[in-house]
Antibody, heavy 117, light 110 residues
Framework: EAQLVESGGGLVKPGGSLRLSCEGS????????MNWVRQAPGKGLEWVSS????????YHADSVKGRFTISRDNAKNSLYLQMNSLRAEDTAVYYC??????????WGQGTLVTVSS | QSALTQPPSASGSPGQSVTISCTGT?????????VSWYQQHPGKVPKLLIY???KRPSGVPDRFSGSKSGNTASLTVSGLQAEDEADYYC??????????FGGGTKLTVL
């Protein structure tokens, strides 16, 4: 069965940077579009970024455009999210999720990012 | 892109049916057949229940069904069970390469 494992979360000061990683296993990673979805404490889900299987198409939500960059390395079965200029409102659990067109069929356990001074 | 509109809460007794709505616009829910629904228990990871409006992944009970009329999608849970108590989220492809979630609905089994 497909598995996704995120890492890289932690505490960072406002204006700082962080890079999240997600390693996939149990499926052919290179053939699937991948996504990052976040959930602020006590709040709902928010789509963050998507990347097609070969990185041809990359999309970001307006709330993170210009600050976050999604990327992948299919040779390493890995997905990344480079987060720069972090703000308090970026505090959330960040999930890696497989899927396309707004359908996410497998999710990782999530990694918590806390932006605070 | 604004979030899709869901009622904040819904409830029903065991064995009953409950329907949760997800209202968008002709630019999202009404414009594409890419509406999906997720169940999230407290402290757990979201789980895909319905995709492409009406399709159910393998392993999801047929008590869960999806539909759409105009700009509103709906999730119906039939034969409510105690374990159905959770938060439910809809999601839609928006066009312009965006995706959006609903605000979530807390389902209580009375």
């Amino acid at each position: 069965e497909a598995q996704l494992v995120e890492s890289g979360g932690g505490l960072v000061k406002p204006g700082g940077s962080l890079r999240l990683s997600c390693e996939g296993s149990g499926f052919t990673f290179s053939t699937y579009s991948m996504n990052w979805v976040r959930q602020a404490p006590g709040k709902g889900l928010e789509w963050v970024s998507s990347i097609s299987s070969s990185s041809t198409y990359i999309y970001h939500a307006d709330s993170v455009k210009g600050r976050f960059t999604i990327s992948r390395d299919n040779a390493k079965n890995s997905l990344y999210l480079q987060m720069n200029s972090l703000r308090a409102e970026d505090t959330a659990v960040y999930y890696c999720a497989r899927g396309t067109m707004g359908t996410y069929d497998y999710w990782g356990q999530g990694t918590l990012v806390t932006v605070s001074s | 892109q604004s979030a899709l509109t869901q009622p904040p809460s819904a409830s029903g007794s065991p064995g009953q049916s409950v329907t949760i709505s997800c209202t968008g616009t002709s630019s999202d829910v009404g414009g594409y057949n890419y509406v999906s629904w997720y169940q999230q228990h407290p402290g757990k990871v979201p789980k895909l229940l319905i995709y492409e409006v009406t399709k159910r992944p393998s392993g999801v009970p047929d008590r869960f069904s999806g539909s759409k009329s105009g700009n509103t999608a709906s999730l119906t849970v039939s034969g409510l069970q105690a374990e159905d108590e959770a938060d439910y989220y809809c999601s839609s492809y928006v066009g312009n390469n965006n995706r959006v979630f609903g605000g979530g609905t807390k389902l209580t089994v009375l």
